[in-house]
């Protein structure tokens, strides 16, 4: 791994979540397609692109601030997940596997933010 976000645990848990959402996104009906599957879509890639983004060369506080949009992102993705369950899009078995992954995902960023204050 060449880059220092590679070796990012929360990194590679937003690359692995974004994968999975990706997939569990192609099973929302066709009415969806641009809608709530575009934006978990956009939401859950834009973790781990914030996340690199601001690890490589940045001062503290802009790391800290790409940290927070990766948090928002992940936010942004549970609240889709919960429309999603609402419209009987995910089953909730999974829908609980990515709540409570999205839930320790914002905690490890959050706990890292605060590291590097």
Same mark, same amino acid.
């Given at each position: 791994m060449a880059f220092k976000f590679e070796q990012l645990k929360i990194w590679q848990i937003a690359m692995e979540l974004g994968e999975? %959402?990706?997939? $569990?996104a192609d099973s929302f009906p066709g009415k969806e397609i641009y809608n709530l599957g575009s +934006? %978990?879509?956009? $939401?859950?890639d834009s973790i781990a692109l914030?996340?690199?983004e601001g690890s490589?060369? +940045?001062?503290d506080p802009e790391q800290r601030?790409?940290?927070?949009?990766?948090?928002?992102?992940?936010?942004?993705v549970v609240t889709c997940l919960i429309k999603a369950k609402r419209r009987k899009y995910i089953e909730e078995k999974r829908f609980y596997e990515f709540y409570t992954t999205c839930?320790?995902?914002?905690?490890?960023?959050?706990?890292?933010?605060k590291k590097i204050r």
């Open positions: 999975d %959402i990706n997939k $569990a +934006q %978990i879509r956009r $939401a859950a914030n996340i690199a490589t060369g +940045q001062t601030r790409f940290l927070n949009y990766a948090n928002r992102s992940t936010l942004e839930e320790s995902l914002s905690r490890m960023i959050l706990a890292f933010i």
